[in-house]
């Protein structure tokens, strides 16, 4: 079945960083598009950076341009989010997510990101 595991949470500092990792499988990972999402406490959960199948396309959320960095490793299985200069306002539950297309969308269980400023 398809598997989401996110890793790499934690708590850090304001103008620290961290990287998120998600491990794949239960699909052919190459045909889906990947993402990053995140819910903030009191808030509804948002895109912060997607890619593409090629991995040749990325869109990132307003307020994490130029700061949070998306890639993934088709040999792996693994889609990534570097995120630098990280500020309180990041803080919330990072989830990985697959685009499958006709099967639609599934999510890990999500990573704690505190940031304390």
């Known amino acids: 079945q398809v598997q989401l595991v996110e890793s790499g949470g934690g708590l850090v500092q304001s103008g620290g960083s961290l990287r998120l990792s998600c491990a794949a499988s239960?699909?052919?990972?190459?045909?889906?598009?990947m993402s990053w999402h995140r819910q903030g406490p009191g808030k509804e959960r948002e895109l912060v950076a997607d890619?593409?199948?090629?991995?040749?396309?990325?869109n990132y959320a307003d307020s994490v341009k130029g700061r949070f960095t998306i890639s993934r490793d088709d040999a792996k299985n693994t889609v990534d989010l570097q995120m630098n200069g990280l500020k309180s306002e990041d803080t919330g539950v990072y989830f990985c997510?697959?685009?499958?297309?006709?099967?639609?969308?599934?999510w890990g269980q999500g990573t704690q990101v505190t940031v304390s400023s």
């Open positions: 997510g697959a685009d499958l297309g006709w099967m639609g969308d599934w």
């Open positions: 239960g699909f052919t990972f190459r045909t889906a598009i």
């Open positions: 890619i593409s199948r090629l991995g040749d396309s990325t």
